[in-house]
Nanobody, 121 residues
Framework: VQLVESGGGLVQAGGSLRLSCAAP????????MGWYRQAPGKQREFVAN?????NYADSVKGRFAISRDNTKNAVYLQMNSLKPEDTAVYYC??????????????????WGQGTQVTVSS
């Protein structure tokens, strides 16, 4: 079972991209939902999440904005003022709480397949 991601691509420095992540056909409540990223040769790192609170990595504060659509079990990442160091594969995740319908299980972490974001200088 995976989340479905979209929205990555190639953009010049200073540009914007919007990532989307959804769990179609499912209804559940969450503990948190958000984004991590992994650049070549580096460990996966936290970017942003939302649940009872919204949190951002220091490196993206003021440039990225996370939002959620509870009716679609979807989370979005609006990325502005992109820098070459933002280049990475971006992964969304969800930590489920209660599950009403669909293939997800409660109290578990699920990940998307990853979407490539490349920022050219």
């Amino acid at each position: 079972v995976q989340l479905v991601e979209s929205g990555g691509g190639l953009v010049q420095a200073g540009g914007s991209l919007r990532l989307s992540c959804a769990a179609p056909g499912s209804r559940f409540s969450i503990d948190s939902m958000g984004w991590y990223r992994q650049a070549p040769g580096k460990q996966r790192e936290f970017v942003a999440n939302t649940g009872t609170r919204t949190n951002y990595a220091d490196s993206v504060k003021g440039r990225f904005a996370i939002s959620r659509d509870n009716t679609k079990n979807a989370v979005y990442l609006q990325m502005n003022s992109l820098k070459p160091e933002d280049t990475a594969v971006y992964y969304c995740y969800v930590r489920t709480n209660t599950v009403i319908s669909g293939p997800f299980s409660p109290n578990r972490d699920y990940w998307g397949q990853g979407t490539q974001v490349t920022v050219s200088s």
